[in-house]
Nanobody
Framework: QAQLAESGGGLVQAGGSLRLSCAASGRPFVSNAMGWFRQAPGKEREFVAGIRWSGGPTYYADSVKDRFTISRENAKNTVYLQMNSLKPEDTAVYYC?????????????????WGQGTQVTVSS
């Protein structure tokens, strides 16, 4: 059984930066697709960024493109989300997710494993 654990959330002022980490354990991830999602109060969970464990292109929501960067460090079984130029509208619980399959998709229901989430709050 795979487990995902996010860390790195917190409170930051607008314009600041945070780096989220997602540590995977319990089963080997080789070519699986990984994603970061977020959910703000009263809103649906939305795709933020995606990547494959095996490398290749990265994918971003338009709202975070050029501000956020997803990366992975295979030796540590960890996926990161570097968030720069944060805005109050980025405030949400951020979740890490993994798929059985290698294709990166933007629909949350296509992902099979989820972390518990980490809160990111951006003050104005």
């Amino acid at each position: 059984q795979a487990q995902l654990a996010e860390s790195g959330g917190g409170l930051v002022q607008a314009g600041g930066s945070l780096r989220l980490s997602c540590a995977a354990s319990g089963r080997p991830f080789v070519s699986n697709a990984m994603g970061w999602f977020r959910q703000a109060p009263g809103k649906e969970r939305e795709f933020v960024a995606g990547i494959r464990w095996s490398g290749g292109p990265t994918y971003y929501a338009d709202s975070v493109k050029d501000r956020f960067t997803i990366s992975r460090e295979n030796a540590k079984n960890t996926v990161y989300l570097q968030m720069n130029s944060l805005k109050p509208e980025d405030t949400a619980v951020y979740y890490c997710a993994a798929r059985y399959y290698s294709s990166v998709v933007r629909q949350s229901w296509e992902f099979d494993y989820w972390g518990q989430g980490t809160q990111v709050t951006v003050s104005s």
